[in-house]
């Protein structure tokens, strides 16, 4: 049907300056002639210019109106032929129950009827005008109305609705005929060698056009963000901790931590407890590579530090249970895998720089920022006379390497760093700041019964990967960036990412 058209098109262009598309072919769907006009343009036979305008269309209730009357006019014309007045009860029955219902409130808002004291209808006028009824028909025959006002009136009332309509404005275009010529695709040796080519015409190469789809696998972007980070800390001189263990004791998660057994953080609101098994043993060592470390007593050190005190702290002073820290949890923070490295690097302690990225769970409320599992981005770094104007440095440089400038520092507390700091970027989408990490340094309550050095102090910091991937991929719902929720095709087209850059 487009090839029909362009001819079309053509002719009636013969004799024309110029046609506009919905005048010269009113009846032939808009994709045919877009189809058309796409052909003609891509050959430079016609050029072309889309004029938009508003396209008035009536709904089925004002279709009946435009062809029996108004609401309010029937009631009118009801009430009229009544001699004696009509009852409010009988109205219903003379016109039907929507034209009671919507024609006698805008027929006492004109004036036409009125009430007397008997509570009959009677009217107040000899004659109406059924203005409602002449505004549709006028929209049924041009689609439009010159009036904005009664417009904007018959919408509040449903009678309309309005929609966008395109059409064209075609002219002759620097290689207009009267017919296409068709256009070779292809130079062959026939053309090369009878010398046909000379007067043949040669669709003209597309440079633009895309490639094919092709069928490959994709990194998601939470890939990405990770690499990024991890780069960063490789580049800083990290080692990248083994956090394979998604399950963790109590001990590992919260008590070698100097987080109190009562703590909120320990309830089942927050932690997700592992049923079978439920619990495990005491800490042992690796036979394979950790004969020297003495777990026993590491064990001991942890229960005197809560229980009584130990090492100038005078503890939390409670009675410490062995059974509650051998309660299985899903991680609740990586931290429990930095302080298995913290307590190896008790055996030989000097300098170190240790991260990790992985998935932790909390038993949180899922919403569009909050999942029951995401993933966390955490550093530590163990030297001897650190202060706590090294860690916001450090803190500085860290977060320049992935573009965020001009921190801003809150004290805040953690049971097992102190002091403690919250970080704060400033966010030019959101133009506020918003917390980006949390940070602070560790506690002798948890290095020194490691075995740690008393003069040994380490940086602790931590921020989750999901925030600043939704921040650099524009995403406002965190479900669709990890779960069940997330589309494929977000995967396989999203852009990479550098995080220093915007």
């Known amino acids: 049907m487009a090839d029909d058209l362009t001819v079309r098109i053509l002719a009636e262009l013969e004799n024309k300056d110029s046609l506009v598309s919905s005048e010269a072919f009113p009846n032939v ?61 009988e109205l219903p029955n003379k016109v039907g129950k929507e034209s009671a219902k919507i024609g006698q409130g805008k027929a006492f808002k004109d004036g036409w009827i009125q009430k007397t004291k008997e509570g009959t209808l009677v009217t107040k006028v000899d004659s109406i005008k059924d203005i409602t009824r002449e505004h549709l028909q006028v929209i049924e025959k041009t689609k439009s109305h010159p009036d904005t006002k009664t417009l904007v009136d018959l919408k509040k009332r449903k009678l309309i609705t309005v929609q966008k309509v395109i059409s064209y404005k075609l002219s002759k275009g620097p290689k207009y005929a009267k017919e296409i010529v068709k256009a070779e695709t292809d130079l062959t040796s026939d053309m090369l060698s009878n010398d046909s080519w000379k007067t043949l015409t040669f669709k003209p190469y597309n440079f633009k056009a895309l490639g094919g789809a092709q069928s490959s696998g994709a990194l998601h972007p939470l890939n990405k963000v990770r690499h990024e980070f991890r780069q960063i800390f490789f580049e800083m001189g990290f080692d990248e901790m083994p956090t394979n263990r998604y399950v963790e004791t109590g001990f590992w998660n919260f008590d070698a931590l100097f987080v109190p057994q009562q703590h909120p953080a320990r309830d089942l609101q927050d932690t997700f ?145 102190e002091p403690s700091l919250e970080i704060f970027g400033w966010h030019e989408g959101l133009k506020k700041w918003v917390e980006i990490g949390n940070s602070g340094m560790f506690r002798p309550e948890m290095l020194e019964p490691m075995g740690l050095p008393k003069d040994m102090r380490v940086y602790g910091w931590g921020l989750s990967l999901e925030r600043p991937t939704m921040i650099k991929y524009g995403v406002s719902n965190i479900r669709e960036l990890l779960g069940h929720k997330v589309d494929l095709s977000f995967v396989e087209q999203n852009s990479a990412v550098r995080l220093e850059k915007d």
């Open 29 to 89: 769907p808009f994709l045919v002639i877009k189809s058309a006009i796409d052909r003609l343009q891509s050959r430079d036979m016609i050029e072309n210019s889309a004029i938009e305008r508003d396209e008035v269309h009536l709904t089925a209730e004002a279709k009946k109106i435009a062809s029996e009357g108004s609401h309010e006019a029937k009631v009118f014309e009801a009430v009229r032929q009544a001699i004696n007045g009509l009852k409010i009860t």
């Open 273 to 417: 407890y592992i049923l079978d098994p439920p619990t495990a043993g005491r800490p042992q060592p690796d036979p394979a590579s950790e004969s020297k470390l003495d777990y026993k007593q590491y064990f001991r050190n942890i229960q005197q530090v809560h229980q009584n005190g130990k090492y100038g702290s005078i503890g939390y002073r409670y009675p410490w249970n062995e059974a509650e820290a051998m309660r299985l949890v899903l991680r609740t923070h990586t931290t429990a895998v930095s302080t298995y490295m913290l307590h190896k690097l008790a055996l030989d302690p000097k300098p170190a720089r240790y991260f990790s990225i992985d998935r932790v769970f909390r038993n949180e409320t899922v919403d569009a920022t909050h999942l029951a599992e995401f993933h966390q981005v955490e550093g530590v770094i163990a030297d001897f006379g650190l202060a706590l104007g090294g860690l916001i440095g450090f803190m500085e440089t860290f977060f320049s390497k992935m573009g965020v400038n001009g921190l801003r520092f809150k004290p805040a507390y953690n049971p097992y760093t």
